[in-house]
């Protein structure tokens, strides 16, 4: 009875601190269960154990009987919440593991060799937490390539008018400017947020009052192309913060809203999804500019919902498909896995 209270209290202090360590990673993107999670912004799954000897040993048995039957119990709940764990919209872990042996085989050989990342011995009960990366081989296991691409994403679309909340970002000295045309609230009036929008507005003041026959929307939406195709851009950075019912999954689709596929495409590296996941997760945009991932000058567009019934697909709109296809650079640094997207769970 004694050995019960014991192992309760100190079940309970391991939570409490397992609580307050996730508190210095609150920012960050963490779906938790009961018994552990998963990290979507760091790329790791991590499960807690507990574990006890029987009484009359030594010491030293105690300790490690203990701790050997909590990396067991820590090794099994890492297997049920990995099983959770989407890898597209179509497929989880779970089911690859469901529909192929050979898969099932080698996860739960990848979570036997997940490593514990902090450990505990109290009251003689042994409390252990163990991590394990959802990139490298467990990508190469469960997800086996792109087959599943649409290659038609690269063709072509004629562009439309510049309709979309276009969003260009850049440094300015320590500060993250965004530039964007903001949506008209007739109760709110037109809102001029900083000294640079008031000098690009203008700008474009004088520029009209030069061509007052010049169709604004179209030379805008002009300009905006030129500076983004000739600009370079570290990464595609796509806020999906007001989108209902998105579920995170390690390689999203983006699609643009006829349903072909942007990223990934024929064209994105194997070797670069699978070692550093397909996208990484982030809660605040400002956070997300900085991250290494998209680096300080991202591309960055807005997700206008999921497709169709596919809850880890992200769509977006033509403009801003074509505005991605148009820009060499955001290209080139999508293919490399250079992802990142807002959210908001």
């Known amino acids: 009875m004694m050995l019960a209270t014991r192992i309760r209290?100190?079940?309970?202090?391991?939570l409490i601190a397992c609580a307050c360590s996730m508190t210095a990673f609150s920012k960050e993107v963490i779906k938790?269960?009961?018994?552990?999670?998963?990290?979507?912004s760091q790329g790791i799954v991590f499960a807690q154990g507990y574990g006890t000897a029987k009484e009359g040993l030594s010491a030293a048995q105690t300790r490690i009987l203990a701790r050997r039957a909590a990396i067991v119990d820590a090794q099994r709940n890492l297997l049920e919440i990995t099983k959770g764990v989407r890898i597209t919209s179509a497929l989880s872990t779970g089911q690859a593991m469901k529909d192929s042996i050979e898969v099932a085989t080698r996860v739960e050989g990848i979570i036997k060799g997940a490593q514990p990342i902090k450990e505990n011995f109290q009251n003689d009960?042994?409390?252990?937490?163990?991590?394990?990366?959802?990139?490298?081989?467990?990508?190469?296991?469960?997800?086996?390539?792109?087959?599943?691409?649409?290659?038609?994403?690269w063709e072509i679309i004629s562009r439309g008018s510049i309709t979309a909340r276009l969003r260009p970002l850049m440094i300015v000295g320590d500060k993250v400017v965004d530039f964007f045309i903001p949506k008209a609230y007739a109760s709110d009036g037109f809102v001029i947020r900083t000294k640079e929008e008031a000098d690009a507005y203008k700008r474009l003041l004088e520029w009209m009052g030069k061509s007052p026959d010049a169709s604004v929307d179209q030379a805008l939406g002009t300009a905006i192309?030129?500076?983004?195709?000739?600009?370079?851009?570290s990464g595609l950075l796509i806020d999906a913060s007001a989108?209902?019912?998105?579920?995170?999954?390690t390689i999203p689709n983006i699609?643009?809203?006829?349903?072909?596929?942007?990223?990934?495409s024929a064209d994105t590296s194997y070797d670069d999804i699978v070692n550093k996941r397909g996208v990484t997760y982030d809660f605040d945009l400002q956070d997300a500019?900085?991250?290494?991932?998209?680096?300080?000058?991202?591309?960055?567009?807005?997700?206008?919902?999921?497709?169709?019934?596919?809850?880890?697909?992200?769509?977006?709109?033509?403009?801003?498909?074509?505005?991605?296809?148009?820009?060499?650079?955001?290209?080139?640094?999508?293919?490399?896995?250079?992802?990142?997207?807002?959210?908001?769970?």
């Open 9 to 14: 209290n100190t079940i309970c202090l391991a």
């Open 32 to 40: 938790e269960t009961a018994s552990g999670g998963v990290n979507w």
């Open 125 to 153: 009960v042994y409390t252990v937490t163990m991590a394990m990366p959802i990139s490298g081989e467990f990508l190469k296991v469960t997800w086996p390539g792109q087959a599943d691409a649409s290659a038609s994403a």
């Open 225 to 233: 192309m030129n500076f983004e195709s000739s600009n370079q851009y």
């Open 243 to 249: 989108v209902k019912g998105f579920e995170l999954a």
């Open 255 to 264: 699609r643009d809203v006829d349903g072909n596929v942007i990223y990934p």
């Open 289 to 345: 500019i900085r991250n290494k991932r998209v680096a300080r000058t991202p591309f960055t567009i807005d997700a206008l919902s999921t497709y169709k019934n596919l809850s880890s697909d992200l769509v977006i709109s033509k403009e801003d498909a074509e505005r991605v296809r148009s820009s060499a650079s955001t290209v080139d640094a999508m293919n490399k896995a250079g992802v990142l997207i807002v959210v908001a769970i």
